[in-house]
């Protein structure tokens, strides 16, 4: 007879779409949610499961400590029992920071630093002073950022062209920003006269400012008369504005227009470290801390195993469980010193799963949202037996995935559905792996369909020599007018083929990336597609109101809760506590604004039609053809009031492409499209990707999912590795063709067959 386990009771869950549904989880097993995409899986696993425990975790704190802490408020719920501390390793993009490392993030750096600053030669100071954040650390050159960027003249400025004509190039610094109007109006330089043909003096004093030890003024006229403003040269004021600080901290645009006039190079300083050239002479058995950071962690462990200094040995011994652990889940390719936000998403998840994993506490629940996203069929293997360590250390492991191989190791499955949006929330399928087959929606004898008349093209896009981060001087021809897909292991070189290399040869592309979109509670479905304007030009039409009284950010606002549809009395000490606005009754709307109709149907009513009914309820033909575009996608059980911050990961992936669809004869490049999305959704997205490219487009992806690989025209498969074992091309062909080939992609492509 099998043992009763111990039972996670979660009764009347009703978060987000969830319709009042009751789940027993047993405790010390692994239990898998699937089903489509908004089914509803997040709503049990993270904002029910994992808020409460939360929850409950901080209530064994004292109140000031409290008040502190994070604050969560208790989930639509009946009942919930039985829970244990949870862990969550979760999808959201990691260290934005620009100076954010792997070693920074795995806090393995710290340790580093303190054993270079204990048995380093010459012995520098503390361990602080090894940071190229300190004032001592810092390379006196870059300020610690590791790289130099310098303006270049010739994009900066155009000589043939005179100031008035828009002769700088930099937008901020041109006539159309006050600088530049300042330029032309202050009386120093003609603004009509060609740069080229400017006096010698005139031009150095224009491009490079004063003489040493003088000072120009220049007057500026403001709307209380003219203004003094010293000019001190357009590279010197380029320089002092927008490269001597953090680009990453101005606005998206200006970092891009930053970029795009000037050269970026290491510094020659510190070699692109960012550290004092006198913390660098500081050595550990011939190695400096620079050279340190930059080994692939294969290399590091053994380099921190041949301490012999007792002080020395006592804290790398508190490191090496950590860069173990990363090497354990295949990433022993990367370095500490490689900075988060260049990681592939695959890596990223690792890397979060490896720092939660050096606890040695039991009894804990791991909730892991999609943990195969990313990695290889050969990868998951290795993430497969880190779930049964996890299990096997009496802890409970609740998985949200689509992978068939994931979903095969679960001793219990959880599927959610029957659709998405309004149309899941509930349990399709609870037991063991075996019984899924009577479930209609998750196939675990799922077999490939390899690609049997793949299309031929005469003609491609071509990348020479490309040498982007670990690539090998890779040259390739990629066909036009097909679907490409490029695979290979994580870390391989397939985004710096295709997001580097390709990007910087073929700059007019359609890139949709895996990052988040709008996380405003007031940015929704409509405002996203850009019909929201229309919608209130329709409604103002027909009533002669002015169309602000139609947004709850503007006019027609609930004055109650300011169009947010809740409202958060102050409750203390306690926990937080959102209520339905009494006023609106949640439509975030005035009364005025409600009572105005077009068509039978108020503003609030209106942003409650699906994508599906909004083609039927509306006639103006740019509304209709967006909503097409999210049909089209899959998207069309969503409203068109719904957040864009509540939708799923896989939902944004699609949606963002909904948003490009109306180009045709472009080039659209897809960082793994089948991320977040259940095999159903797979199938609806290749229907896509074949229409786009009937259309005259050219389909690129990079992917790991088998379905999208064997429908594909072509494959490009990097490897062998990742990092230094990486880059170069194994396989170029069609997907028969791959079935007797020799690679790691190709073996689970004919296991899949």
């Known amino acids: 007879m099998k043992e ?27 239990t898998v949610f699937t089903g489509l995409s908004g089914s509803g899986k997040s709503s049990v696993a993270f904002d029910t499961l994992a808020t409460e425990s939360r929850r409950q975790m901080t209530l064994n704190y004292p109140l000031y400590v409290r008040n502190q802490m994070p604050r969560y408020e208790r989930p639509g719920a009946d009942l919930m029992q039985h829970l244990s501390p949870v862990i969550v390793v979760e999808q959201k993009p990691v ?37 190229s954040q300190s004032s001592f650390g810092k390379c006196p050159e870059c300020n610690g950022f590791g790289e130099v960027v310098y303006p270049d003249l010739h994009k900066i400025i155009d ?74 040269g357009l590279l010197p004021r380029f320089v002092r504005l927008y490269i001597n600080r953090d680009i990453t901290k101005l606005k998206q645009t200006s ?27 500081c050595k550990i058995n011939g190695l400096n801390i620079a050279e340190y950071d930059k080994l692939e962690l294969t290399e590091l462990l053994p380099e921190m195993k041949n301490i012999r200094d007792p002080l020395g040995k006592s804290i790398a011994q508190q490191a090496i469980p950590n860069v173990q652990q ?19 998403g695959g890596e990223a998840q690792r890397v979060k799963i490896a720092r939660h994993l050096g606890s040695s506490l039991n009894n804990i629940t791991y909730i892991f949202d999609e943990p195969s996203a990313g990695l290889h069929p050969e990868e998951v293997d290795m993430l497969i037996q880190m779930l049964r360590s996890l299990k096997a250390n009496h802890n409970t492991v609740i998985v949200i995935e689509h992978d068939l191989s994931v979903i095969k190791v679960a001793d219990e499955i959880v599927e959610m559905g029957p659709g998405a949006g309004a149309a899941g929330g509930e349990i399709v399928y609870q037991g063991e792996p075996d019984g899924l087959s009577a479930s209609a929606l998750t196939k675990l004898d799922h ?38 897909t490029v695979c290979g292991v994580s870390g391989s070189g397939k985004s710096s083929l295709l997001f580097d290399a390709f990007s910087a040869k073929y700059p007019d592309l359609i890139k949709v990336s895996q990052g988040r979109i709008g996380i405003s509670s007031r940015s929704t479905l409509a405002t996203y597609m850009g019909i929201m304007d229309d919608i209130r030009q329709i409604l103002a039409k027909e009533t002669g109101q002015p169309a602000g009284l139609f947004s709850f950010n503007s006019l027609g606002a609930c004055p109650v809760c300011d169009g947010k549809g809740v409202t958060t009395p102050d409750v203390a000490f306690a926990d937080p506590v959102t209520v339905v606005c009494e006023s609106c009754d949640g439509l975030r709307y005035s009364d005025e604004a409600l009572s105005y109709m077009y068509q039978g149907k108020n503003i609030a009513d209106i942003l409650e039609l699906t994508v599906d009914e909004s083609k039927k309820y509306f006639v103006m033909p740019k509304i209709v053809k967006r909503m097409d575009m999210l049909a089209e996608v899959g998207l069309d059980y969503l409203t068109l009031g719904q957040t864009t911050s509540s939708l799923s990961g896989g939902e944004i992936q699609r949606l963002k492409l909904a948003s490009h669809l109306q180009n045709e004869g472009q080039i659209y490049l897809l960082d793994e499209p089948s991320l977040g999305l259940h095999m159903s959704d797979n199938s609806k997205l290749l229907e896509l990707f074949q229409k786009l490219v009937n259309k005259g487009n050219s389909v690129l992806i990079i992917e790991h999912n088998l379905d999208f690989i064997a429908a594909s025209d072509w494959i490009i498969e990097l490897g062998p590795g990742g990092g230094k074992r990486g880059g170069t091309i194994l396989f170029e062909g069609t997907p028969q063709e791959m079935l007797s080939a020799d690679t790691l992609t190709a073996k689970w492509l004919k296991d899949g067959v």
Not at 218 to 224: E, I, L, V
Not at 456 to 468: H, K, L, P, V
């Open 4 to 30: 009763v386990k111990d039972e996670i009771v979660l009764r009347g869950l009703r978060e987000n779409n969830l319709k009042h549904i009751d789940l027993n989880l047993r405790k010390e097993e692994i």
């Open 95 to 131: 260290g934005g920071n620009s100076r954010s490392t792997v070693g920074t993030y795995m806090d393995i750096h710290p340790l580093i630093r303190l054993l270079f600053s204990r048995i380093g030669t010459p012995a520098i100071g503390s361990a602080t002073d090894f940071s």
């Open 159 to 232: 000589l043939d062209q005179s100031l008035r004509e828009y002769a700088v190039k930099f937008k901020p610094l041109s006539p159309s920003g006050w600088q530049g109007r300042w330029m032309m109006t202050g009386g120093l330089f003609d603004p009509d006269l060609p740069i080229k043909e400017y006096p010698q003096d005139q031009y150095n004093l224009l491009i490079y400012g004063p003489p040493d030890g003088e000072r120009v003024f220049a007057p500026f006229h403001t709307k209380d008369g003219p203004h003094d403003h010293e000019w001190d």
């Open 255 to 281: 970092q891009e227009d930053v970029l795009a006039v000037s050269t970026h190079t290491l510094c020659p300083t510190c070699d692109g470290s960012g550290l004092n050239p006198e913390v660098l002479k």
């Open 326 to 344: 990363l090497i354990e889940l295949g990433l022993g390719y990367l370095s500490l010193s490689r900075k988060m936000g260049t990681l592939s």
């Open 447 to 484: 077999k490939l369909k390899i690609n049997q008349h793949p299309r031929r093209s005469n003609d491609y896009f071509t990348i020479t020599r490309a040498n982007n981060n670990n690539l090998k001087d890779v040259s390739i021809d990629i066909p036009k007018n097909v679907f490409v």
